[in-house]
């Protein structure tokens, strides 16, 4: 599968947990995106990567949530201290040449209980 | 947060009838796209119109733009029950380092 992949599918944590999920864009993409979907809402956008490079993180939701790239490929996001409120679909996407062209994977469905 | 707004949010039809959504956005564009979504999965792109673009065609799909409305509309037709999903109007503002602005979507159920 030469798609965007996205581990782990499901995530089940205790509330206060870390969690770091991880994206695996299509291999030529040099742009990355990370999304959230709570229910009955449209994704909504967090973060960009361009190569290794984070230039937009001010959306972040938090300062809980933090997303790395380190070597311009597969993408990680965590968060940190989990709360209920963080329950959602993070959605990862790749693409060669900006948002509008990109790729989106199945997603990690987190549930904090 | 979203700017886009989808109507109907739901929308039940019979199979082989026409399915129409629309979207309305608040700032200018660059250019415009829907999305769709199966219960639980990822999004699967569907179609792009540009802002210097009215109105386009993909297979059963008609996407129109009206930029002075700020509007956008898609139209299945003949539509069939694996159209069952939820469609997503996402706006591209340019700019370089942004994502796309997702609307809450509306839910398309179609009865066979």
């Known amino acids: 599968d030469t798609g965007v992949s996205q581990d782990p599918r499901h995530k089940i944590t205790k509330r206060g947990q870390n969690v770091t999920f991880r994206c695996d864009p299509i291999?030529?993409?040099?742009?990355l995106y990370w999304y959230r979907q709570t229910l009955g809402q449209g994704p909504e956008f967090l973060t960009y990567f361009q190569n290794e490079a984070q230039l937009e993180k001010s959306r972040l939701l938090s300062d809980r949530f933090s997303a790395e790239r380190p070597k311009g490929s597969f993408s990680t996001l965590e968060i940190q201290r989990t709360e209920q409120g963080d329950s959602a679909m993070y959605l990862c996407a790749s693409s060669l040449r900006g948002p509008s062209e990109a790729f989106f994977g199945q997603g990690t469905r987190l549930t904090v209980v | 947060s979203q700017q886009g707004e989808e109507d109907p949010q739901a929308l039940s039809i019979q199979e082989g009838e026409n399915a129409t959504m629309n979207c309305s956005y608040k700032?200018?564009?660059?250019?415009l796209q829907w999305y769709r979504q199966n219960s639980g999965r990822g999004l699967v792109h569907l179609i792009l119109?540009?802002?210097?673009?009215r109105e386009k065609h993909s297979g059963r799909l008609r996407v129109t733009l009206d930029t002075s409305k700020k509007s956008s509309s898609l139209l299945i037709t003949a539509s069939r029950a694996a159209d069952t999903a939820s469609y997503f109007c996402?706006?591209?503002?340019?700019?370089?380092?942004?994502?796309?602005?997702f609307g809450k979507g509306t839910h398309l159920i179609i009865q066979p």
């Open positions: 996402a706006q591209y503002s340019g700019g370089g380092a942004d994502g796309l602005t």
């Open positions: 700032t200018s564009i660059n250019n």
């Open positions: 291999s030529e993409h040099n742009r």
């Open positions: 119109i540009r802002s210097n673009e």
